[in-house]
């Protein structure tokens, strides 16, 4: 079946624009995650969602970073202001079931920030 | 808090050699740890995963064991291919949502 799915794969913006981050889970996953990975370095907790309920935004780096999943399926992930800081690989990763369970991640969107 | 540190890469490696990939960690109690790999182009995959101590994960002749005594998680695979070159990263999983992820290892594989 259909894997996670993210668009735009690349996305260039100017500093202070807006952005939006799609991320289409596996159908029926229950959890779902947000990342930022920084060139060279890990995935960092951005957010956790189960269903449309998000449980943990303890990883955003500010109020600029914003995510909703109204519906419990597709996420969104967005950014104000954006920074040059902002530049990185945003991914997401949805789960079958609890938090604690194998997560299926997407290809990631990298944002770069002009 | 919980963390995980991983080998620096690159590491670079002949067809048929042997790979260990050295990961520890801190966390207190008992995390769950795991082994994803990405591929060029594609997102992180699980590899392989030990939920407690002592356990063995293997997956595509990966193995990694889950020693509490040492808190790590080495990573191992006895004659590597060139298909193996990818980046691999170590993590946790311990209370609440959050994974921590080691800052990945760079492996490629020569012919």
């Known amino acids: 079946g259909a894997g996670v799915s993210q668009s735009p794969r690349y996305k260039v913006a100017k500093r202070g624009q807006d952005v939006a981050l799609r991320c289409d889970p596996i159908s029926g996953h229950v959890s779902l995650f947000w990342y930022q990975q920084a060139l060279g370095q890990g995935p960092e907790f951005l957010t956790y969602?189960?269903?449309?309920?998000?449980?943990?935004k303890s990883g955003l780096p500010s109020d600029r970073f914003f995510a909703e999943r109204p519906e419990g399926s597709v996420s969104t992930l967005k950014i104000q202001r954006t920074q040059q800081e902002d530049s990185a690989v945003y991914l997401c990763?949805?789960?079958?079931?609890?938090?604690?369970?194998?997560?299926?991640f997407g290809p990631g969107t990298r944002l770069t920030v002009t | 808090g919980d963390s995980v540190t991983q080998m620096e890469g690159p590491v670079t490696l002949s067809e048929e050699a042997f790979l260990t990939i050295n990961c520890t960690y801190t966390?207190?109690?008992?995390?769950?740890l795991f082994w994803y790999v990405q591929y060029p182009g594609e997102g992180l995959q699980l590899l392989l995963k030990a939920t407690k101590a002592d356990d063995k994960g293997s997956n595509k002749g990966f193995e990694a064991t889950y020693r509490k005594e040492t808190t790590s998680f080495h990573l191992e695979k006895g004659s590597v291919q060139v298909s193996d070159s990818a980046v691999y990263f170590c993590?946790?999983?311990?209370?609440?949502?959050?994974?921590?992820f080691g800052t990945g290892t760079s492996l490629t594989v020569i012919p």
């Open positions: 969602f189960q269903n449309e309920a998000q449980l943990d």
């Open positions: 993590a946790l999983h311990h209370t609440g949502n959050q994974f921590y």
């Open positions: 990763a949805s789960s079958p079931r609890g938090a604690s369970y194998e997560q299926y």
């Open positions: 966390a207190t109690g008992y995390p769950s």
